[in-house]
């Protein structure tokens, strides 16, 4: 259990470090989807090693970084590099950064991913606005004691996803002339992409698509009260007859051709909120 006072500790650090400067968005991107992070106007960066507490990337020369600054004229934190369950994380560390970035004040998150397309609607490179989600990871990052001041022991999950965020997507969207998809994500842990028969059970459950992140995040944003927007890139598809052989490589290149549809959106969505 990570406690209440190493988070406030870490975000007291990163007040300290960053002169005060009090965020109004956290974005959290998915694979092939970092490229919003180049659009921010830095204003202080703070490698993830440099942090007190701050889960310590395994993988070397991947050390991921926090990012401070302006984007569409607001102030935003991005993390650039996010912590998957799959890479051995406890639930409890690949949320670490979401209590954080709450500690030092965003108002509402953004999360985005890359994931396999199981409604037989969509298409690869498709955007789908999250809004509903269904956790199969094996675990919760709620599981142990709950500290009330975070949130409730059972937190209320009707509204995951902003109802009047989603709408302005949309509304966004339909300006600029980008067409969306909107629907349930699940999230379980990887690291094997799906096979056939995993794909149509997911279907079957009533999901869209399927993914290795997000979820937890979410959870922990909801338990703190955060409003989340999401957005889920099309990056392959689980659907009978289409099932290819799915890459690390490919996902990453799709993700990067509907990058930047998703980042148009969320500076849209940003600048207006
Ligand atoms: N399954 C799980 N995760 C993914 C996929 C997928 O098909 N594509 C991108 N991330």
Redesign the pocket.
């Known amino acids: 259990m990570i406690s209440y006072e190493t988070i406030e500790a870490t975000a007291a650090f990163i007040k300290e470090k960053t002169k005060g400067f009090e965020p109004e968005t956290g974005i959290i991107l998915g ?1 092939g989807l970092g490229g919003l992070v180049h659009e921010i106007q830095a204003e202080h960066v703070l490698p993830y090693d440099t942090i007190p507490n701050f889960p310590v990337s395994t993988v070397e020369g991947h050390s991921g970084k926090l990012i401070f600054g302006i984007l569409s004229g607001k102030k935003v934190v991005a993390m650039q590099g996010r912590f998957h369950f799959y890479e051995g994380y406890d639930m409890q560390q690949v949320v670490f950064p979401v209590r954080v970035m709450k500690f030092i004040g965003i108002k509402r998150l953004f999360v985005s ?4 397309g199981v409604n037989p609607n969509f298409e690869i490179g498709d955007l789908m606005i999250i809004d509903d989600h269904i956790n199969l990871f094996p675990s919760n990052p709620l599981i142990g004691p709950n500290d009330k001041r975070f949130g409730p022991r059972f937190p209320d999950m009707s509204e995951a996803y902003d109802k009047s965020m989603i709408a302005l997507c949309k509304q966004i969207a339909g300006e600029l002339g980008i067409s969306t998809q909107q629907g349930i994500y699940a999230g ?1 842990s ?1 690291p094997t ?2 096979t056939p028969a995993e ?1 149509k059970f997911i279907r079957v459950l009533g999901a869209d698509t ?3 992140s997000t979820v937890p995040e979410v959870i922990a944003a909801r338990h703190m009260n955060i409003p989340v927007f999401g957005i889920s890139v099309i ?2 598809l ?1 659907v009978p007859g289409k099932i290819i052989e ?1 890459t690390h490589e490919e ?1 990453q290149k799709v993700a990067l051709v509907a990058e930047k549809k998703m980042t148009g959106l969320m500076k849209e969505m940003i600048a207006r909120l």
Request: no cysteine.
């Open positions: 694979t991913n890359a994931s396999g379980l990887g992409f799906e794909y399927v993914g290795m990056t392959d689980g799915v996902v």
